[in-house]
């Protein structure tokens, strides 16, 4: 009865799916754009089916039900509490296992909540444990819950948010494991979770590296962090996609055991009901993926003579049920416009390569919008690289990967393993010929929708050549509304416990001082040393990346200290700068000479004095005045004066500097004080700011950092003279932007 009503519906089910998905956008995130649009769309309908009531009604009674549905989904959220006690016992899901140095990540359950675990091993012996569990073990433990990291830059990744979308609310922080006991299940889930990670152990205990990673990468939607530097090669390549399982790849397993049951004599009736069951059990084992469930609906449906744009909005209405917040996230959004991308082109009037050409081009530019909202950037060699690299992944790859696990079960052949080196290679030489990806920033919400609907235009009136050179022009120019705001604007940005500020003026002039960085502190043995990424890649680059900026005319680095130009070489390296300005005193470092070497841009000592350029005035150099040692009291300080507001960068400053600083300029006063030192107790004394007379205070701290900074004393001292201040690790980044005046904005 269903199937019959799917195939000759009342209503057009792509009409209803398009409804749906802007009623889904206003109940989950709602916003004036995502209501006015609904809106809009709820007009349209009425006015297209306005003759026919009847069509009419079942539709307003479709989209009732789900209203009602996505608000009881809100309405759960938001009445689940963060518990303050933690659970006598937990039960772990094996194939969420991960492990990094001696830092052990897991999800388990309780009572039906999912928490997110961490905990670090204690002993080699104990990882080695922990890298062969396939079970699902409860565990007893000592340990406490922890609020998840939320949003820390403007548009930058919020952990909270999306642990949310994962059903995950809560986070445990396991200071000891007490006990771990196998516990036997008939739950099918538990059963899929112990399969995949019985898959994966095998893997990485049978087959080498790189080897093993490609096979769990495409067998099982399986990574780890051993795969980090092949993963940032790929990622810069814009091919990291060709890992996540794709229709293709679904097809070639389910296609492929459908054909192996037929040939087995199976009746095709039987063949068909099975296909569900095995599919449930092929997502399962890829990790339930929104890609591979949403290529398994597609492919069921199409079974059942659904398909084109029928088959996409039954697939997005069943999703909706099922995985409710699978358009939460972005792989979730982009799995589906992938999809209805291919849906819509119409290739039929082209064949072989060219067929192949056409569809690729239409997808590269239907998709560049959203690659752009969620990763501000775009790589044309993608294009090329996706159509090379897509051919060696499904049709060479993945059959023989998957013929390689089967067969291990008799041999592992490992021989194969000098292919994947060589492909790596490869991967390395592509990576180091080919250009840096195009930034384009992060378009507004606003700006996303409009370029949707133009580029929707676009396709539909593709053979009216004097229509296309309008549309052409109206997004091309919101792409570069986009990469340059035409504003101007001084952020601090959260890189944890450190410094970065960037400035850009409305004509795109940008100054970054200070880039931040971790301070490393090395483990005792080889089995505890973690892979980590550069701070920077989660923080500033993404920043600056949203805001458009794919060059940077000045890099300032105040001093020598890891915290402040420890990440310099991975941010020019994806964001090069045109010249870059240290201290004669950090000249004297041989550690930082090093260094600098690596960044391929032009060294310039700066001198007291000297002028940057910038907001229709200069930054000027106050600070070092001779040669000394790089240290923090040999910092540069800079001074501006910009739109009736006086600005003051310290970088880590204290006293004594403060005091020669001083002596220098005894008339200098500003309105808004970079802090020097993040706040430490030594830094903005008592004379320092009775003679700048700020209004503002700026302090860059990381959250519940060791050295406990801002430290109370500096508290005190600017509380007492009623000089207001923002703290980063309380407020997130802090941005102050504007035209001709400054307003200022905070992340939290």
């Keep these: 009865m269903l199937l019959r009503w799917i195939k000759d519906p009342p209503f057009s089910l792509a009409h209803l799916a398009f409804l749906l998905l802007w009623l889904y956008f206003s109940v989950y995130q709602p916003s004036w754009l995502s209501i006015g649009g609904l809106v809009v769309v709820v007009v349209l309908v009425l006015h297209h089916y306005k003759e026919d009531r009847s069509s009419l009604l079942g539709l307003g009674l479709a989209t009732f039900c789900f209203f009602a549905f996505f608000v009881f989904q809100r309405v759960q959220d938001r009445s689940i509490q963060v518990e303050r006690q933690a659970p006598a016992h937990l039960r772990l899901i094996p194939d969420t296992i991960k492990i990094n140095g001696d830092a052990l990540s897991f999800r388990a359950k309780n009572q039906g909540k999912t928490y997110q675990v961490f905990y670090t091993l204690k002993s080699e012996k104990e990882k080695k444990q922990w890298q062969g569990q396939t079970q699902v073990i409860e565990l007893t433990y000592k340990g406490g819950i922890e609020e998840p990291e939320g949003q820390r830059n403007f548009r930058g990744f919020d952990y909270q948010a999306y642990l949310k979308t994962q059903g995950i609310y809560y986070q445990m922080k396991m200071e000891a494991i007490q006990s771990a006991i196998p516990v036997k299940t008939w739950n099918l889930f538990d059963w899929l979770s112990q399969w995949r990670r019985q898959a994966i152990v095998w893997s990485k205990e049978h ?353 020598t200290d890891q915290d402040h130009m420890g990440d310099m070489v991975e941010v020019t390296r994806q964001i090069p700068a045109k010249k870059v300005y240290v201290s004669s005193g950090s000249l004297t470092q041989a550690k930082f000479r090093e260094q600098l070497k690596q960044l391929h841009s032009p060294i310039q000592v700066v001198k007291r004095g000297e002028r940057l350029p910038i907001f229709d005035s200069n930054l000027e150099v106050l600070a070092p005045d001779g040669i000394g040692d790089g240290k923090n009291d040999d910092s540069i300080v800079l001074y501006g004066q910009f739109y009736q507001k006086r600005f003051l960068f310290t970088g880590d400053l204290e006293e004594a500097g403060e005091k020669k600083l001083l002596s220098h300029y005894p008339q200098l006063q500003v309105d808004v004080l970079k802090v020097g030192h993040h706040g430490s107790k030594g830094s903005s004394s008592d004379l320092f700011l009775d003679q700048l007379h700020p209004q503002l205070a700026l302090i860059s701290v990381g959250k519940n950092n060791r050295y406990r900074h801002p430290h109370k004393e500096l508290l005190d001292r600017l509380e007492k003279r009623s000089i207001a201040y923002l703290r980063t690790d309380e407020r997130g980044a802090i941005r102050l932007i504007g035209w001709d005046y400054w307003r200022v904005e905070t992340v939290r």
């Design 207 to 559: 087959f080498p590296l790189p080897m093993n990673q490609y096979m769990t990468g495409l067998l099982f939607g399986y990574l780890d962090t051993d795969f980090e530097e092949m993963d940032q090669l790929y990622s810069s390549l814009g091919i990291i996609h060709l890992f996540a399982l794709s229709g293709m790849q679904v097809g070639f397993f389910i296609n492929g055991i459908r054909k192996m049951l037929l040939r087995l004599g199976i009746l095709q009736e039987t063949v068909d009901f099975l296909m569900l069951p095995i599919s449930l059990v092929y997502a399962g084992l890829t990790g339930f993926s929104i890609s591979v469930v949403r290529s398994l609906v597609q492919k069921l449906l199409s079974q059942k003579s659904i398909r084109g744009m029928d088959n996409l909005a039954v697939t997005l209405i069943l999703l909706m049920i099922f995985m409710p917040k699978f358009l939460l996230t972005a792989g979730g959004v982009l799995s589906c416009a992938y999809a209805f991308i291919l849906t819509l082109v119409d290739s039929s009037s082209s064949s072989g390569i060219k067929k192949v050409l056409v569809e690729s081009f239409w997808i590269s530019l239907g998709i560049l919008p959203l690659l752009t909202y969620y990763f501000s950037v775009f790589q044309p060699w993608s294009i090329l690289l996706t159509f090379l690299f897509s051919f060696l992944f499904d049709l060479v790859l993945l059959p023989g990967l998957t013929l390689l696990f089967l067969l291990s079960i008799l041999k592992p052949l490992t021989i194969f393993n000098n292919f994947f080196l060589l492909i790596e290679e490869c991967i390395r030489w592509i990576a180091k010929i080919t250009s840096l990806p195009l930034v384009f920033g992060q378009p507004s919400g606003l700006a996303l929708v409009v370029l949707l609907l133009l580029l929707g235009i676009f396709y539909d009136t593709r053979k009216q050549k004097g229509l296309h050179i309008l549309l052409s022009g109206l997004i091309l120019f919101l792409f570069c509304w986009t990469k340059h705001p035409l504003e101007n604007e001084i952020t601090v940005v959260d890189i944890g416990q450190g410094d970065s500020i960037f400035l850009r003026d409305w004509r795109g002039r940008t100054i970054l001082i200070d880039v931040g960085g971790h301070v490393d502190f090395e483990k005792e043995n080889k089995w505890q040393e973690r892979s980590r990424s550069v701070n920077a890649e989660k923080t500033l680059i993404p920043y600056l990346k949203s805001r458009g900026v794919g060059k940077l005319d000045a890099l300032v680095l105040t001093h």
